[in-house]
């Protein structure tokens, strides 16, 4: 089991940055990719960003590319979602979520939702205009 437990979602204005925070206990978090999806009201959880288990590689939806930025700290089991430019569009509960390297197969995995198996409780992020 790994718990996450993500922090730093508020109110922003539009064109202002967040950085949310996701701290993970329970097993090495080294052995899992870590992904960020969002839920707006009315609409289902989607993808937002993802790292690999070294932080080599990361993966955006479009809709955030050249915006947010995905990054990890496995020494302190956090990873981080830096959000700038942010739009009202941007507003959303924010997840964590690990995926187990067992389950990996290929770098698209890390964009799907059922390839996860831990997540967060999540974090609110409103964006005013």
């Known amino acids: 089991q790994v718990q996450l437990v993500e922090s730093g979602g508020e109110l922003v204005q539009a064109g202002g940055s967040l950085r949310l925070s996701c701290a993970a206990s329970g097993r090495t978090f080294s052995n899992y990719n870590m992904g960020w999806f969002r839920q707006a009201p009315g609409k289902e959880r989607e993808f937002v960003a993802a790292i690999s288990w070294r932080g080599r590689n990361t993966y955006y939806a479009d809709p955030v590319k050249g915006r947010f930025i995905i990054s990890r700290d496995n020494a302190k089991n956090t990873v981080y979602l830096q959000m700038n430019s942010l739009k009202p569009e941007d507003t959303a509960v924010y997840y964590c979520?690990?995926?187990?390297?067992?389950?990996?197969?290929?770098?698209?995995?890390?964009?799907?939702?059922?390839?996860?198996?831990?997540w967060g409780q999540g974090t609110q992020v409103t964006v005013s205009s």
């Open positions: 979520a690990a995926q187990p390297l067992s389950t990996y197969n290929s770098g698209s995995d890390l964009r799907e939702r059922s390839k996860y198996d831990f």
